[in-house]
């Protein structure tokens, strides 16, 4: 077991502070990274402030991790000492039950064991995440990074990235089809990136007109007002496939009404309530769907796939020591559109 420095925070009305944690040492299917990026996700603030009532203390954050390998365990086979690495938002399942032996370990039935603030089974208590030096990772969840792309640029891959390829793939948009990207954020600047290199006819749906430049510049091809009445009924029952990610509650029926029969739209922001009225999915045999991250083999086929397309985040790039102001920089919607630490920071 060695300490490390991280950051994390020790009560939900916090900031967070440098505290010291422990890492195991490394098992024989292990892989130790030194993390140079870590990005920064709305789900870390959420735990944080414990917005979901479910947060454990001391909370270091941290789900999008790029580093290098600086060890291998005696029985690992696919990394090496000096491979640049992604770890994601899990670092463990049970690898037995149907949904991890069909690669989803997401959804394992089990459990699977978040970055952080998931059952550390090796010491006890809690996972803690990427805001730290170093991280022991299993090696079944450790990820190849294109070394062609800005190394930074990729880590929100890891969550960001992940939750907007996995529905696109898992409601096979292709070439030529019509897809509507609710909300432009961290999660929608992603599906657009995404939507557009599959070929598909992207179109960015949001309330503010004043995206809509910046919506054509990563890659759609139209920007429809979802407050303009006449432009909702122009593209009416004109969707093959709508990725929702508004982060709240919100009213889904005008959306549902903008799909072709037997279309659907996913929810990847949304996890409270929605209003969704029956009429709107039995009347074109519409459907509603969910959608958490992706499996491990989905993660690393998106990682691939963006190291042939060049496809990274737009990010800004902070110091450690500035991550609570990046907090309530992300809650006011002030960046575009993720943050990225630079974890060399950390050993400031």
């Not at 990005?39 to 789900?63: A, E, L, M, T």
């Not at 390998?69 to 670092?91: A, R």
């Not at 890891?158 to 954020?185: E, F, Y």
Request: charged residues 25%.
């Amino acid at each position: 077991m060695k300490k490390v420095n991280a950051y994390g925070a020790k009560a939900s009305d916090a900031d967070l502070e440098a505290m010291n944690i422990d890492r195991r040492d490394i098992l024989p299917n292990d892989v130790k990274i030194e993390i140079d990026y870590c990005g920064v996700c709305h789900s870390d603030i959420h735990q944080v402030r414990n917005d979901w009532g479910n947060s454990k203390y001391p909370v270091v954050p941290g789900h999008e991790i790029i580093g290098h390998v600086v060890e291998v365990g005696d029985e690992v086979k696919n990394f090496k000492k000096g491979d640049l690495v992604g770890v994601g938002c899990m670092v463990d399942s049970c690898q037995e039950c149907d949904a991890c032996k069909e690669d989803l370990e997401q959804y394992c039935e089990n459990g699977m064991v978040a970055t952080y603030n998931g059952q550390d089974k090796h010491l006890g208590g809690h996972t803690f995440g990427g805001y730290s030096e170093m991280v022991v990772v299993r090696e079944k969840f450790v990820l190849k990074v294109p070394e062609n792309l800005d190394t930074a640029a990729v880590a929100p891959l890891l969550c960001a990235g992940i939750t907007t390829w996995s529905p696109l793939r898992q409601w096979n948009v292709k070439k030529g089809d019509k897809v509507g990207v609710v909300g432009l954020g961290g999660l929608g600047h992603m599906g657009i990136k995404f939507a557009h290199a599959l070929g598909a006819h992207t179109v960015m749906i949001t309330t503010s007109p004043s995206k809509a430049e910046d919506a054509k510049r990563l890659g759609a091809d139209e920007v429809l007002i979802s407050k303009d009445e006449d432009q909702m009924k122009k593209h009416q029952g004109s969707f093959d496939f709508i990725l929702n990610t508004v982060p709240v509650g919100h009213d889904t029926n005008p959306y549902i009404a903008l799909l072709k029969r037997d279309a659907t739209m996913t929810l990847v922001g949304a996890i409270d309530e929605v209003d969704v009225h029956g009429g709107g999915l039995v009347m074109g045999r519409k459907r509603l769907a969910g959608s958490l991250i992706g499996g491990i083999k989905e993660t690393q086929e998106m990682l691939d796939f963006c190291g042939e397309h060049d496809i990274v985040s737009d990010i800004e790039m902070i110091d450690m020591q500035n991550i609570n102001e990046a907090y309530e920089r992300v809650v006011n919607s002030d960046v575009k559109y993720r943050f990225v630490i630079d974890m060399k920071s950390i050993k400031n």
